[in-house]
């Protein structure tokens, strides 16, 4: 069997990051996949019994590997974030779990190929529909140029887009 390994755990960068007791910035971390037991244990939790909206929390505690210098990423760190970045771990949870790679699907605005953008790069990964399609190249303002331009990239590439 060939193939590329399973990715188990993806890094992250959340948008504003966590502030310890001691006011250090935490943004940098990784998450792994979750098991069937990350999803099913939760539910023995009291909290998360008298409130469901606390499963997000134990579930997040469970599955982030790393966050910046902490020695553990708990219940508490994870009920601390700000709503942010909880929403982004949410969102990436589902990614990952669910499309198995921290991905979203977008389409050139202009010639309507879809393809994969890694969410934490912005780097085109493949089209949506497994076809190699249209090479992209991004400039620094997220217009796109396709390869059948003659010579437009090497002038985006250096700054001067053309019409």
Same mark, same amino acid.
């Given at each position: 069997? +060939?193939?590329?390994? /399973?990715?188990?755990?993806?890094?992250? #960068?959340?948008?504003?990051?966590?502030?310890?007791?001691?006011? #250090?910035?935490?943004?940098?971390g990784r998450m792994r996949l979750a098991t069937a037991a990350?999803? !099913?244990?939760?539910?023995?939790?009291?909290?998360?019994?008298?409130?469901?909206?606390?499963? +997000?929390?134990?579930?997040?505690?469970?599955?982030? +590997?790393e966050l910046g210098s902490l020695e553990t990423i708990d219940?508490?760190?994870?009920?601390?974030?700000?709503?942010?970045? /909880?929403?982004? /771990?949410?969102?990436?949870?589902?990614? !990952?779990?669910?499309?198995?790679?921290?991905?979203?699907? *977008?389409?050139?605005p202009d010639c309507g190929t879809v393809f994969d953008v890694?969410?934490? *790069?912005? +780097?085109?990964?493949?089209?949506?529909?497994?076809?190699?399609?249209?090479?992209? #190249?991004?400039?620094? !303002?997220?217009?796109?140029?396709?390869?059948? *331009?003659?010579?437009? !990239?090497?002038?985006?590439?250096?700054?001067?887009? *053309?019409?």
């Amino acid at each position: 069997m +060939t193939g590329q390994p /399973l990715q188990t755990e993806f890094e992250f #960068t959340l948008p504003r990051g966590y502030v310890d007791e001691d006011g #250090t910035l935490h943004k940098e971390g990784r998450m792994r996949l979750a098991t069937a037991a990350d999803e !099913i244990q939760p539910l023995k939790n009291q909290r998360v019994q008298s409130n469901s909206s606390y499963l +997000t929390i134990v579930l997040l505690s469970r599955v982030v +590997t790393e966050l910046g210098s902490l020695e553990t990423i708990d219940e508490q760190v994870v009920q601390n974030l700000f709503v942010t970045d /909880l929403e982004y /771990l949410q969102s990436m949870y589902e990614r !990952i779990n669910n499309r198995g790679r921290n991905a979203v699907e *977008t389409a050139c605005p202009d010639c309507g190929t879809v393809f994969d953008v890694d969410a934490e *790069t912005g +780097t085109q990964l493949r089209p949506a529909d497994g076809d190699d399609g249209v090479e992209m #190249t991004f400039d620094t !303002i997220g217009s796109t140029t396709d390869d059948s *331009t003659d010579g437009d !990239i090497e002038e985006v590439e250096a700054g001067n887009p *053309t019409e």
